[in-house]
């Protein structure tokens, strides 16, 4: 069973820092990764997609790596801001159609 | 660009109520899921449907049913509802099924449900 897990749990850290966060899965049979940004009591917006095939894709601030056969992916942040302050999850798609969520990564950027 | 439509945006409902949530994804998108998100957890999966068929099933009570559409909107049902199904409820859409296109998943803003 695929199980998805994230590090840290929560994260505060001043205006400016580079900060990653980390996603591990327990199969590393997956057809592809997304990181999501939730603000509280709001919907899932997608930040970067991986493909299986993929090490990482950039976006912005946003960089996305990913180690298929360790089962880690990481999102670094760069020049971090109070507007980024927000949970982040990461999924995988595994052998069906559905994503598989990780325990997200709470991020307070403060001023 | 429009996005996933998800109505209403909240609702309370009493025990042992039925409720129905609705979702339409971006035109064109012909693949629904539906998650449950509980406080301070991560979504679960309940229920994706392809080209109008259910594709897969997740952690779905049978108090819950669902559907898709002709026009690809879906609808999740729940019955006798209780205290314990409050939840933000999250529908998504993508293009074709992930495992052969990579595509996407786009989520909606979500329905809170709040039965008392």
């Known amino acids: 069973k695929q199980e998805v897990t994230q590090i840290p749990a929560a994260l505060s850290v001043p205006e400016g820092e580079n900060l990653v966060l980390n996603c591990s899965f327990t199969d590393s049979a997956i057809y592809n990764l997304q990181w999501f940004r939730q603000d509280p009591g709001k919907g899932l917006t997608s930040l970067l997609l991986?493909?299986?095939?993929?090490r990482e894709q950039t976006s912005g601030r946003l960089n996305a790596s990913l180690d298929k056969s360790s089962g880690r992916s990481t999102l670094y942040i760069a020049a971090s801001q109070p507007g980024d302050s927000a949970t982040y999850l990461c999924?995988?798609?595994?052998?069906?159609?559905?994503?598989?969520f990780g325990t997200g990564t709470r991020l307070q950027v403060f001023p | 660009a429009a996005g996933v439509i998800q109505s209403p945006r909240h609702l309370i409902k009493e025990k042992r109520e039925t409720a129905t949530l609705k979702c339409y994804p971006i035109p064109r998108h012909d693949t629904v899921y539906w998650y449950q998100q509980g406080p301070g957890q991560d979504p679960q999966f309940l229920i994706s449907?392809?080209?109008?068929?259910?594709?897969d099933k997740g952690s779905i009570p049978d108090r819950f049913s669902a559907q898709q559409f002709s026009d690809y909107h879906s609808e999740l049902n729940m019955s006798s509802l209780e205290l314990g199904d409050s939840a933000l409820y999250f529908c998504?859409?993508?293009?074709?099924?992930?495992?052969?296109?990579?595509?996407?998943?786009?989520f909606g803003s979500g329905t809170q449900l709040s039965v008392l």
């Open positions: 998504a859409s993508s293009l074709g099924q992930g495992r052969t296109t990579n595509e996407k998943l786009f």
């Open positions: 991986i493909q299986s095939s993929q």
């Open positions: 999924a995988v798609r595994h052998s069906t159609d559905k994503l598989i």
């Open positions: 449907f392809y080209e109008k068929m259910q594709s």
